[in-house]
């Protein structure tokens, strides 16, 4: 069975910091380009970051960048989203998903073939 499984959300006060993992099971991730969503409460999902595999690239909305790094590990068939000085309208539901394509890093939604269920991060004193 083809699956993402999100981990690692939670709750966390203005300024921390929190990694998110996305583990995938039944293929092999490498092979993929992966994204990170979220989507906060009363609003649409949106677009953080992507990686593509070989080559490596990266992709960051303009809201996170220089606070969040997207890495993967291929052996352990993970990505990782580490997220650093949190703020409060960083509230969502993360999502990770796959393209079975490496050929491009986009935030596009409709380009992506594989969702896992969602991590809740809280950013709140």
């Known amino acids: 069975q083809l699956q993402l499984v999100e981990s690692g959300g939670g709750l966390v006060q203005p300024g921390g910091s929190l990694r998110l993992s996305c583990a995938a099971s039944?293929?092999?991730?490498?092979?993929?380009?992966i994204g990170w969503f979220r989507q906060a409460p009363g609003k649409e999902r949106e677009g953080v970051s992507c990686?593509?595999?070989?080559?490596?690239?990266?992709y960051y909305v303009d809201s996170v960048k220089g606070r969040f790094t997207i890495s993967r590990d291929n052996a352990k068939n993970t990505v990782y989203l580490q997220m650093n000085s949190l703020r409060p309208e960083d509230t969502a539901v993360y999502y990770c998903?796959?393209?079975?394509?490496?050929?491009?890093?986009?935030?596009?939604?409709?380009?992506?073939?594989?969702w896992g269920q969602g991590t809740q991060v809280t950013v709140s004193s």
């Open positions: 998903a796959a393209r079975w394509t490496n050929s491009a890093c986009t935030l596009r939604e409709a380009a992506y073939d594989l």
């Open positions: 990686i593509t595999n070989s080559p490596r690239t990266t």
């Open positions: 039944g293929f092999t991730l490498g092979y993929s380009a």
